[in-house]
């Protein structure tokens, strides 16, 4: 079975960078993600990324991998931003 996957499927961080170029014509810029730390072994690290946009403040988030954490952290911004539905 093949199923069309709508714009709501797209990927966090490029729904956030969507959101915040077309909101004011890019001036408030792109999303920046910022990896504010690391820990726990090698085996099982833990990732803590904050991503900010000018102008709406920062969310962050903890994952297992860098790119889980900053998914997570842009899709928080988005809910608080009430782009997203839980």
């Known amino acids: 079975m093949l199923v069309?996957?709508?714009?709501d499927m797209r990927?966090?961080?490029?729904?956030l960078q969507e959101w915040a170029q077309s909101r004011t014509r890019g001036s408030r810029g792109a999303p920046v993600y910022q990896l504010v730390k690391r820990e726990g072994p090698?085996?099982?690290?833990?990732?803590?990324?904050?991503?900010?946009?000018?102008?709406?403040g920062s969310?962050?988030?903890?994952?297992?991998s860098k790119r889980e954490a900053e998914?997570?952290?842009?899709?928080?911004?988005?809910?608080?931003?009430?782009?997203?539905?839980q």
């Open 4 to 7: 069309e996957l709508g714009d």
């Open 11 to 15: 990927d966090a961080k490029t729904s």
């Open 42 to 56: 090698d085996h099982a690290p833990r990732f803590y990324v904050e991503v900010t946009v000018a102008g709406e």
């Open 59 to 64: 969310d962050s988030a903890k994952a297992a």
């Open 71 to 85: 998914q997570a952290a842009a899709r928080a911004m988005l809910l608080r931003l009430g782009e997203l539905q």
